[in-house]
């Protein structure tokens, strides 16, 4: 009865804290240092554990990719790498119905190669690439549903901060996750592509017939710096400049994948590789030192997270929780499916209200052992529970993305119902790639088991 007690009590002061707004890590810290106390009823006993944990968490090698990898997401988007790639892509598909779209969506594939986090992507192509759609006479939720939409992509393909971060919680490999995101990725961005391609095909006043009016200027201009201007560079410096950055990201992760080097040392040395093609691309000494605050100001409390998740996953062991709830939920009698349909449906729901990275935090710990006892692939569960979150970055009525894109994007006039609008087909082609992966896993396991 007493540890029922323990159980109900850190998950009901969990939820509490959380919805009353505290941080998400001091909420995890607080939660897990109570059940701690509650089980052994010792200050001391709380106090050695949780200084215990902090240093096993904390010396760990891993917790350095983090760091790396954005410090070279943010050194290569400095160097102008997002307009170079959505200058490349529209080069390449210009034979395509609704270019701009299919550039935009392509775009956004190759620059997740780079980043990791769809914020970021989001941010760069309402800038880009809207502008850009609009100027062609694209219909406006058309033009930001693809924004939005394909932004997605940048959480689904390595190097992903998300991924990082579930490596991290369920003790997977990190190379391993990384390979089992590439095809799915490729399969929910062909997805997409081929979505704006039939709905411009069937009705072609989405893509304004890619007629531009006479004496348009891209809205954004002044922010993007043309990238219709960049768009008609010389192909072999577009191609030059791109490919630059792509041998960067594949060297790293190829690096990485073939055993050569440890995730810590291959995203050190890509970060010393995009520091580099930032000074060839011109960036100045005080942009460099800008980057690595930036850097800062956002590992340092996502590391702070990462400690308290294991702390209160720590916690959740001890009380048995994961246990019981994976009792709970096969004794309802849903099955399998089942139950990984009520933790999709959790996700979507935790997606519209929270941040991807403290969602994970506060549901892989619980889900993922169950995913686990109930005969899920480790990693075609990660790569499920990921796109899951995504879907709820575009779910009404707080879809973080559409937020996002709404914020950044050069027109005034643009709504928030007219982003969720246009987005909505996307956020069918996510959920269509997660019941794929489901039935059947060996799309993510493929790569990784080779």
């Avoid at 059940?35 to 760990?60: C, H, K, P, Q, S």
């Avoid at 010389?234 to 994948?257: D, E, H, K, N, Q």
């Avoid at 956002?298 to 294991?310: H, V």
């Avoid at 996700?347 to 686990?372: K, N, R």
């Amino acid at each position: 009865m007493l540890q029922s007690f323990d159980m109900i009590a850190i998950v009901v002061v969990l939820l509490a804290l959380v919805f009353a707004g505290v941080h998400i890590a001091i909420a995890l810290g607080i939660t897990a240092v109570l059940g701690i106390y509650l089980m052994l009823g010792d200050i001391e006993v709380v106090r050695t554990f949780v200084a215990n944990t902090a240093y096993e968490a904390l010396r760990d090698y891993v917790f350095a990719v983090i760091p790396l990898f954005m410090l070279m997401g943010e050194f290569l988007a400095k160097s102008g790498a997002a307009r170079d790639l959505y200058a490349l892509a529209h080069r390449i598909s210009r034979w395509l119905p609704a270019q701009l779209a299919v550039a935009t969506i392509l775009s956004n594939a190759l620059f997740a190669f780079v980043t990791g986090v769809s914020i970021a992507a989001a941010a760069a192509f309402a800038r880009i690439a809207y502008p850009e759609m609009r100027r062609f006479g694209y219909r406006r939720d058309f033009a930001l549903g693809c924004v939005t939409g394909s932004a997605c992509l940048g959480m689904l393909i390595p190097p992903s901060v998300l991924m990082i971060v579930w490596a991290v919680l369920t003790e997977i490999s990190i190379g391993k996750l990384f390979l089992a995101g590439i095809v799915p990725g490729a399969l929910t961005a062909g997805a997409m592509i081929a979505y704006v391609v039939i709905a411009a095909l069937l009705d072609p006043r989405l893509a304004g017939g890619n007629l531009a009016p006479a004496g348009a200027v891209p809205l954004g201009a002044a922010v993007t710096g043309a990238a219709s201007e960049q768009a008609d560079e010389p192909l072999g410096r577009l191609l030059f400049s791109t490919g630059l950055v792509i041998a960067l990201v594949v060297g790293v992760l190829g690096s990485i994948w073939f055993g050569l080097c440890t995730p810590t040392e291959g995203a050190g040395v890509g970060a010393v590789g995009a520091l580099v093609l930032a000074i060839i691309k011109g960036i100045r000494p005080r942009e460099v030192w800008e980057v690595v605050l930036s850097v800062g100001r956002t590992s340092g409390p996502l590391l702070l997270l990462l400690f308290c998740a294991q702390l209160y996953s720590r916690v959740l062991s001890m009380t048995g929780f994961t246990d019981a709830a994976k009792d709970f939920l096969l004794a309802v009698g849903a099955g399998q499916w089942g139950v990984l349909t009520v933790m999709v449906g959790i996700w979507l729901v935790l997606g519209c209200l929270i941040d991807s990275i403290s969602i994970i935090l506060l549901t892989v710990p619980i889900f993922a052992p169950i995913a686990t006892q109930l005969g899920f692939d480790p990693l075609a569960f990660a790569i499920i529970g990921i796109l899951a979150v995504e879907c709820g970055l575009l779910t009404p009525p707080f879809g973080l993305l559409v937020f996002t894109v709404k914020a950044a994007v050069p027109d005034e006039n643009v709504t928030l119902a007219e982003i969720f609008r246009g987005s909505a087909p996307y956020w069918l082609v996510l959920l269509l790639v997660i019941v794929a992966i489901a039935m059947v896993p060996q799309i993510a396991t493929f790569l990784p088991n080779l």
